[in-house]
């Protein structure tokens, strides 16, 4: 089963910052973050991933909370692009076997 | 090639008819992984492979499936015996065995 929970689904106005939500509150020491996102009849595309520390790339931000029960997947500027559906996993960093749950569809408007 | 790539991109199927699908992953990825999606759903986990051996084939949701990858690099879906609850998109994705997979583009099934 998912080990995550998510908002099934989130508007954010394009130009905007999308910050999308996650809770894995039984997240074990030896567990990432990952977050993957899936537009219309593609397969699923790798955003980020992150342990403790808030992490950065050309895609998005990772903020995780102290405690690691939650962490937020923010989108600084978003495109009509990016409107799709949003996965947050939690996955033993030594098996990187992705269980999906059922994600945050993230509709983005002109 | 600079992705991983699946073939073929759409299959209809006569129920009862077996199919084969295939999957190409990024060069030198040691670990292959199959999905299972249904529509409005997220993808369900098959089975997984590293390299040549089969480590997990719980997500198989009956004996009709059957997947192998006897060289450690391309993968094959073998669905024997179709039936319509297996129209779904069958998506296939590799990685180094670390930190986070790629996916292909999937297959659609339809069986009719």
């Known amino acids: 089963d998912a080990k995550t929970t998510q908002p099934p689904s989130m508007d954010c106005a394009e130009g905007r910052a999308a910050n999308l939500p996650c809770n894995h509150s039984?997240?074990?020491?030896?567990?990432?973050v990952y977050w993957y996102r899936q537009i219309h009849s593609q397969g699923p595309q790798y955003i980020i991933h992150g342990l403790k520390n808030n992490e950065t790339n050309e895609m998005a931000s990772l903020i995780i909370t102290e405690d690691r029960k939650s962490s937020t997947l923010i989108l600084p500027h978003a495109t009509l692009r990016d409107t799709a559906v949003y996965y947050c996993i939690v996955i033993d960093y030594n098996t990187d076997k992705l269980i999906f749950g059922t994600g945050t569809r993230l509709q983005v408007f002109p | 090639g600079a992705g991983v790539s699946q073939s073929p991109r759409y299959k209809v199927a006569k129920r009862g008819q077996d199919v084969a699908l295939r999957c190409d992953p990024i060069s030198g990825h040691v670990s292959l992984f199959w999905y299972q999606q249904a529509l409005g759903q997220g993808p369900e986990f098959l089975t997984y492979f590293q390299n040549e051996a089969q480590l997990d084939k719980s997500g198989l949701p009956s004996d009709r499936f059957f997947a192998e990858r006897p060289e450690g690099s391309v993968s094959t879906l073998k669905i024997q015996r179709t039936q319509q609850e297996d129209s779904a998109v069958y998506l296939c994705?590799?990685?180094?065995?670390?930190?986070?997979?790629?996916f292909g583009q999937g297959t659609r099934l339809t069986v009719v």
């Open positions: 039984t997240i074990s020491g030896n567990e990432y």
């Open positions: 994705a590799s990685s180094l065995g670390v930190g986070g997979a790629f």
